[in-house]
């Protein structure tokens, strides 16, 4: 089921005019594209991040309804989503317009299947991609790629080569990126081990690092004595 998200249009912009959107619970928004004007728009907040979070960040097409506009239907990317680095709240939000007949750039999630046989071996299996960048028609842009990994042995590991051949789908990461891999069990308590062991405590490594700076342990040094000299005049 394709996510649909509601805006309305907007005419005043700045930055007052961003806040007083979002007091009301609307999210400031722009929606550009290739042949298209771009528009200026405010998303109902409650709905988008709900969508947000259902869908895992909303990296497929989406529905748009601008409400009292004559091209009211569209089909878009979310492209950014602007946040307050202190407060997480969305500030702004990108959309793209998508043309049937022209190719688009996005980013799909990877959902792995089946149990590795290195795992039952009693391997690991690790991730390392959760999601990858694609290139298609707006029609064969998937909701997400499945990645069957119960072919993977100990000591093996899938890359983005690897990974199912779609229709249409053109991937952008790099072929030999490593999307998963299942590694022995004692090799991570090995590392875990030489970690602890062979990691000097804070106050070590900074009392070392002192002392390299200051060049080393300082030597006593005395004043220099004349042995068997002629008596000063003092008290005389």
Known sequence: MQTELIAVTRSERGKQAAKKLRRSGLIPAVLYGHRFEPLHLALQEKT??????RERGLHGLVKLKVEGAEDGEHTVL???????????????????????????QATVSLRFTGEAVG????????????E???????????????VDVSHLNLKESMRVADLPKLEGIKYLN???????????????????????????????????????????????????????????????
């Open 48 to 53: 988008f991040l709900a969508a947000l979070r």
């Open 78 to 104: 979310v492209k950014e989503v602007q946040r307050d680095p202190l407060k997480d709240h969305v500030l702004h939000v990108d959309l793209q317009k998508v043309h049937a007949d022209e190719e688009i």
């Open 119 to 130: 795992v039952k071996a009693g391997g690991i299996l690790n991730h390392y991609l959760y």
């Open 132 to 146: 990858v960048r694609v290139q298609c028609l707006p029609k064969y842009l998937p909701e997400h790629i499945d």
């Open 174 to 236: 790099k072929p030999e990126e490593i999307v998963a891999a299942v590694t022995p069990k004692r090799v991570r308590e090995a590392a875990r081990v030489a970690q602890i062991l062979f990691e000097a405590p804070p106050e070590e490594e900074a009392a070392a690092g002192e002392a390299a700076e200051a060049g080393g342990p300082e030597e006593e040094t005395s004043a220099p004595r004349e042995e068997g000299g002629e008596p000063s005049g003092e008290g005389e």
